[in-house]
Structure formats: structure tokens, C-alpha cells
């Protein structure tokens, strides 16, 4: 197995990784930034992105995430990709100097490579969070998706469906409305959450149809999805919707289980840190969607990224432990 050894080791190459990677570049870091699959992050799937200062020309997520890309190539940074980190240990030295970066190593293996580093930034993001209704595994690439991007020309004048009510699920059913003959939006509450821009742009889409205060109790269908089964949540009454496609956007699932034991988290694995994104284990950073906070976007991540890893130049520097 290769060893490699660094300062910091950035693991995930989304915006919060890659604005991690510049800050750790200029402060003149020995760091390492890879990510389990190619570099980008959940939001290269996404068609339009109108919310990133600067760039407001149909940008899509590939292309703003090819510019964070091309900007730490250009440093001469390489992003190791397809390397998963999928365990990570403490080495412990004796030392009169106590929690000096002496002290304390961490082991991150992947399948051929064990990083031994002196600090850590965690910007491993999320994942779709499922439903858990009755039959959803079953259907889940046989009907259902969580990125229309990705599988909404599949549906081609046929009937979706997309299930939540903030921004991503509002973004995604109009998205779709470019295929599909409807989109029935599905959310438990009797509003949506999206940005008023956004729910405008829905509500006069004659191609929308909203299935409110309603909560998907099975998907059902032979061997491919055929029809959702709903019910109102204010009625109590159940019906039958035809759909041959359903779109989830219900929430996100933190990428934290590699840090499960080493790190405090929230009940829902969302990791905690200080003001400046340190988490509780010592030298170890948490940037982006994967920690406890209250708005997760591109802009976010990014900047979370910029404080970790001056937050790590710091602990190696020894100015705050
Ligand atoms: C449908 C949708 C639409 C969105 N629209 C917008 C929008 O319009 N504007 C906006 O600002 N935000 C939007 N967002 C939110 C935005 O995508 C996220 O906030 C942002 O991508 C978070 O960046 P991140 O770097 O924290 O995490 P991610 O983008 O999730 O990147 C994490 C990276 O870590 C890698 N990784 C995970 N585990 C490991 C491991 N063990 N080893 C190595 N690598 C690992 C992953 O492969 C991934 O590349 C949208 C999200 C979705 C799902």
C-alpha cells in the first residue's frame, strides 16, 4: 500500500473542497484534496445555477464547478480522484509539547493509499435523503430518480412526479416540465418552502399540477413504477396518481459515517464544529454540506472552505489548537 504523507489531506472535491484546496494552496500548505468518485461535487447534475455573485449567464453546475476545477489546476494542484476514504484512525506520540502536531497523526486508507496527515478538512457533502415509504427501494432507478437532470429525458411525455417543496424540488419539477406532458409536485405541507421567484415561475407553469398537504404512502407498478399511492393529510382520504416517474428532493443525508465515533455530530450525523469549523477531535475541520449548518449552498460550501483550511494553516502553525 502507497503512503503518503501531508500536512492536510481535504477529503471530497465539492465547492467546499475545492475552496479549501485555494486557501490551502496560497497559505503555501503540503496538502493532498481527492475525492470517491471525479471532482465537482452534487451540484455538477444541477441545469441552472442563478445564485452564485458573478456568474448569472445560464450557468449550469458542471460549468461553474469546471471553473473551480480549472482555478486549482491552474495552482498546479491535482485532485486525486477515485480514491474513497473509507476508514480513519488516530496515531497518538508521546510529546512534552501536549497537542502539538507532533502528537497527533491521522491514518485516512483508501483501498491502495494510506494518507497520514497532520490535520483534516471533512468536506465530504451529502446525499439525497429518502422517504421511506412503503415499496421505494424496490422502484428506486426503476421509476425513481433524485436527479432530473440526469434521468428526466427518460419521461418524455409522460406523467412525474416530484415529492418536497423547497427550492431544489420546485428548481427540478420545472426543469422537468421540458419533457414531461405533467409534473405533479407532492408536499406534505399546505405551502411550499421555495423562494417566492421560485414558486412564481411554478405556479404559472401550465404543465404543474400541485398535490399539496399529501404524503406518498406506496409506490406500486409490476416491474417498473406504474402509480403512487397518496394520502391527504388533511382528509385523511387515499388515491391513486399514475406516474411513471417519481423525482424525490426531501432533504439530504450527511456523507459522515467515515467520522462516526471520532467527531460529535447532531442526531441526524450532521458534523459539529467551532466558529472556525474545527470539529471535536483536534486538527480535524468540517467545510460544507457535511456539518451542522443553516443554509447548505455552493456559496456556503465555498466559504466554509476558505476558514477551514486557514483554520488548519493555524493549528499547524500552532496559533490555536
Ligand atoms: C438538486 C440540487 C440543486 C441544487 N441547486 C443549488 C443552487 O442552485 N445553488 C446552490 O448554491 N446550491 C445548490 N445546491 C446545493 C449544493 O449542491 C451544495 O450545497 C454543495 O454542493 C455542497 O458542497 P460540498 O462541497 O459541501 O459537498 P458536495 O457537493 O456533496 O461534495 C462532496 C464531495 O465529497 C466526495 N466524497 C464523499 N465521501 C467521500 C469519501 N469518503 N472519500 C472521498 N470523497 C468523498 C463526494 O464524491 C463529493 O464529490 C443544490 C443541490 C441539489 C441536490
Keep these: 500500500m502507497e503512503e503518503i504523507k501531508k500536512e492536510l489531506l481535504i477529503i471530497g472535491a465539492g465547492p467546499a473542497g475545492l475552496g479549501s484546496a485555494v486557501y490551502a494552496y496560497r497559505a503555501g500548505m503540503d496538502f493532498a484534496i481527492i475525492d470517491k468518485?471525479?471532482?465537482?461535487?452534487?451540484?455538477?447534475?444541477?441545469?441552472?445555477?442563478?445564485?452564485?455573485?458573478?456568474?448569472?449567464?445560464n450557468l449550469s453546475g458542471f460549468d461553474l464547478m469546471q471553473k473551480m476545477i480549472e482555478h486549482v489546476k491552474n495552482f498546479g494542484v491535482e485532485v486525486k480522484e477515485f480514491c474513497e476514504i473509507k476508514e480513519i484512525t488516530i496515531t497518538e506520540r508521546k510529546s512534552k509539547t501536549k497537542n502539538s502536531k507532533t502528537d497527533r497523526k491521522y491514518i485516512c486508507k483508501s483501498d491502495d493509499i494510506r494518507f497520514l496527515?497532520?490535520?483534516?478538512?471533512?468536506?465530504?457533502?451529502?446525499?439525497?435523503?429518502?422517504?421511506?415509504?412503503?415499496?421505494?427501494?424496490?422502484?428506486?432507478?426503476?421509476?425513481?430518480?433524485?436527479?432530473?437532470?440526469?434521468?428526466?429525458?427518460?419521461?418524455?411525455?409522460?406523467?412525474?412526479?416530484?415529492?418536497?417543496?423547497?427550492?431544489?424540488?420546485?428548481?427540478?419539477?420545472?426543469?422537468?416540465?421540458?419533457?414531461?406532458?405533467?409534473?405533479?409536485?407532492?408536499?406534505?405541507?399546505?405551502?411550499?418552502?421555495?423562494s417566492k421567484r421560485i414558486q412564481e415561475?411554478?405556479?404559472?407553469?401550465?404543465?404543474?399540477?400541485?398535490?399539496?398537504?399529501?404524503?406518498?404512502?406506496?409506490?406500486?407498478?409490476?416491474?417498473?413504477?406504474?402509480?403512487?399511492?397518496?394520502?391527504?393529510?388533511?382528509?385523511?382520504s387515499v388515491k391513486k396518481v399514475k406516474v411513471s416517474g417519481v423525482f424525490e428532493y426531501v432533504g439530504i443525508v450527511p456523507n459522515s459515517k467515515i467520522m462516526a465515533g471520532m467527531v460529535e455530530m447532531d442526531t441526524n450525523g450532521f458534523v459539529l464544529t467551532d466558529k472556525n469549523l474545527q470539529t471535536s477531535a483536534p486538527g480535524i475541520f468540517a467545510a460544507g454540506d457535511v456539518r451542522d449548518t443553516p443554509l447548505r449552498q455552493?456559496?456556503?460550501?465555498?466559504?466554509?472552505?476558505?476558514?477551514?483550511a486557514t483554520s488548519a494553516e493555524k493549528y499547524i502553525a500552532g496559533i490555536f489548537v
Design 298 to 308: 455552493v456559496i456556503t460550501a465555498v466559504a466554509d472552505g476558505a476558514l477551514a
Design 201 to 236: 415561475r411554478a405556479f404559472s407553469n401550465p404543465k404543474i399540477r400541485f398535490l399539496l398537504s399529501s404524503e406518498i404512502l406506496s409506490f406500486e407498478g409490476k416491474t417498473k413504477l406504474e402509480y403512487v399511492v397518496l394520502k391527504n393529510n388533511k382528509s385523511d
Design 37 to 57: 468518485i471525479s471532482a465537482g461535487g452534487q451540484i455538477i447534475t444541477t441545469e441552472l445555477i442563478e445564485n452564485y455573485p458573478g456568474f448569472y449567464e
Design 117 to 194: 496527515t497532520d490535520t483534516i478538512i471533512l468536506a465530504t457533502g451529502a446525499g439525497p435523503k429518502k422517504l421511506g415509504a412503503k415499496n421505494e427501494e424496490d422502484f428506486v432507478g426503476k421509476g425513481i430518480s433524485f436527479c432530473a437532470t440526469c434521468d428526466g429525458a427518460l419521461y418524455r411525455d409522460m406523467d412525474v412526479a416530484v415529492i418536497g417543496g423547497g427550492n431544489a424540488a420546485i428548481e427540478e419539477a420545472l426543469f422537468l416540465t421540458k419533457f414531461a406532458k405533467r409534473v405533479f409536485i407532492v408536499h406534505r405541507r399546505d405551502e411550499l418552502r421555495a
